[in-house]
């Protein structure tokens, strides 16, 4: 286990996530800020990138585990995404959505920031959100972030504006 909150438990994703994760990435609704669902290739290359970052990086996104009962709420975690011509440290979720609405993604994202401030020891942490994701913008909110700056990924032929949200732990300690 990675870190627990009042109703969740988050840990690193497994081969037997893959079920969970694609009742998200498979999700066209659920996936509607990446313009499409997943195919098995495409879940099998998020998983294994997943492993992976936890090798290379000690940190990725991490299986949302609900307390009560073990069920497999989604995903949050944080990784290391390209701004500025730098790397930084961003908190993402991704969660089934017969579990949205109930306060988890900002509940899981809250316990990913004390981490990374807590226990990684960062200065800054930040949410990359397509413009106009406004649920997860909220939860950037909800999580004492604000906009810090924009960008554009270039997705599927695409061109995805985002605004990138961000707090310091500066900023976060002065919020208490």
Request: with cysteine.
């Amino acid at each position: 286990m990675i870190l627990e909150t009042k109703r969740l438990r988050l840990r690193e994703l497994t081969e037997e996530d893959r079920p969970g994760l694609c009742g998200i990435l498979q999700d066209g609704a659920a996936m509607y800020a990446y313009e499409h669902a997943f195919s098995d290739r495409e879940v099998d290359q998020w998983l294994a990138r997943q492993m992976d970052r936890y090798r290379r990086e000690g940190f990725g996104l991490w299986a949302v585990i609900r307390r009560e009962d073990g069920a497999f709420v989604g995903q949050c975690g944080l990784t290391l995404q390209e701004w500025d011509g730098r790397r930084v440290p961003e908190i993402g979720y991704l969660l089934q959505r017969r579990f949205w609405h109930n306060g988890y993604a900002a509940e899981a994202a809250a316990g990913c920031k004390r981490y990374a401030f807590d226990v990684l020891g960062l200065e800054a942490v930040y949410s990359i959100i397509r413009d106009g994701n406004l649920p997860s913008q909220r939860v950037a909110e909800r999580n004492g972030m604000r906009v810090v700056g924009r960008l554009v990924k270039h997705n599927y032929g695409m061109e995805m504006p985002h605004d990138v949200w961000g707090v310091s732990r500066e900023e976060d300690a002065g919020g208490k």
